[in-house]
């Protein structure tokens, strides 16, 4: 189901903080969240953000498409390299 | 024979039917348009008058996005989630289930028919 539009988009409150804080010094650095269930909001778009999958902070640059969905959606957490098997086969 | 948004030629069908071969048009839609232009969902296409068709025709063309237009869309909405590197592009591009579905077993729409696994024994 849906999340009610009463409450608004949920965003942890210290990405709110750290972006804030970057776009007034102006500096283009990677934001470091860990913060993955948060929703890309507006005033996003243009910062870069780190945002962690669980091994390493992956570096996401906001773009106006992005608005609206979260920011793990950007990051994927699992490797996969395909399988042993299917490589043989291939080789030969 | 009647044309309507370009190339399908519905028979002698009776018209919701009929129309629900324009790819974009089902029965729920087809339903619709009948109310909107006040045809009888009972009557044939072959029956229909020249004016009739081309309120259908006027109708599709107003409201509604179908056929090669409304491919064309689907297929830009898909292509934009895979540039912009998002979980539900990168599943597009693996041709993989896109919604959250298991991929231990089934999903084989997505995935074709079963590839034997070479040296798998039983």
Same mark, same amino acid.
């Given at each position: 189901m849906a999340r009610s539009v009463w409450k608004g988009p949920f965003v942890d409150a210290y990405v709110l903080k750290k972006a804030e804080v970057s776009r007034e010094s102006g500096r283009n650095e990677v934001i470091k969240i860990? /913060?993955?269930?948060s929703t890309i909001l507006?005033?996003?778009?243009g910062l870069t953000f780190g945002v962690y999958n669980g091994k390493k902070h992956i570096p996401v640059n906001v773009? *106006? @498409?992005?608005?609206?969905?979260?920011?793990? *959606? %950007? /990051?994927?957490?699992r490797t996969y390299y395909g399988h042993a098997a299917d490589k043989k086969a291939k080789r030969k | 024979m009647a044309r309507i948004a370009g190339v399908n030629i519905p028979t002698a069908k009776r018209v919701p039917i009929a129309l629900t %071969?324009?790819?974009?048009?089902g029965p729920a839609i087809a339903h619709e348009i009948c109310t909107a232009v006040k045809? @009888? *969902? #009972?009557?044939?296409v072959n029956d229909l008058t020249d004016a009739e068709v081309l309120a259908i025709r006027e109708y599709i063309d107003a409201n509604l996005t179908v056929e090669g237009d409304l491919r064309r869309e689907t297929t830009m909405n898909i292509k934009r989630l895979m540039d912009l590197g998002c979980y539900r592009g990168l599943r597009h591009r693996r041709n993989?289930?896109?919604?959250? #579905?298991?991929?231990?077993?089934?999903a084989r729409t997505r995935k074709g028919p079963a590839k034997a696994i070479a040296g798998k024994k039983k």
């Open positions: 860990w /913060s993955r269930r507006p005033q996003f778009v773009t *106006e @498409d992005m608005i609206g969905q979260k920011f793990g *959606e %950007y /990051s994927p957490t | %071969y324009i790819t974009g048009i045809i @009888d *969902e #009972q009557r044939r993989l289930p896109v919604r959250g #579905q298991r991929t231990h077993t089934n």
